[in-house]
């Protein structure tokens, strides 16, 4: 059974950081391609960012030169590395296996003062 388990979310003041984690189980996780992905209330979902099984990185342009998405194939986790978080991250984060509909539950980010 694959399952996606995301952890590290929380409140922090605008300008602080955050590290949220994606642990993976079910699938091969080496040469999975993984999202993160952000739900502010109210809005729809949207790509955050998104790591190839090589290792190629892209991101949303609100995130870019902020935030930074790496895995660790060895530990089968995706992580999302947040610095000078804005109040406008404020969302539920989610991991997703790209190019299926296999999601995690989601971790809620509050970036407030």
């Known amino acids: 059974q694959v399952q996606l388990v995301e952890s590290g979310g929380g409140l922090v003041q605008p300008g602080g950081s955050l590290r949220l984690s994606c642990a993976a189980s079910?699938?091969?996780?080496?040469?999975?391609?993984m999202g993160w992905y952000r739900q502010a209330p109210g809005k729809q979902r949207e790509l955050v960012a998104v790591?190839?099984?090589?290792?190629?990185?892209n991101y949303a342009d609100s995130v870019k030169g902020r935030f930074t998405i790496s895995k660790d194939n060895a530990k089968r986790t995706v992580y999302l590395q947040m610095n000078s978080l804005k109040p406008e991250d404020t969302a539920v984060y989610y991991c997703?296996?790209?190019?299926?509909?296999?999601w995690g539950q989601g971790t809620l980010v509050t970036v407030s003062s």
């Open positions: 790591i190839t099984s090589g290792g190629t990185t």
């Open positions: 997703r296996l790209e190019y299926s509909e296999i």
């Open positions: 079910g699938i091969i996780f080496s040469i999975a391609t």
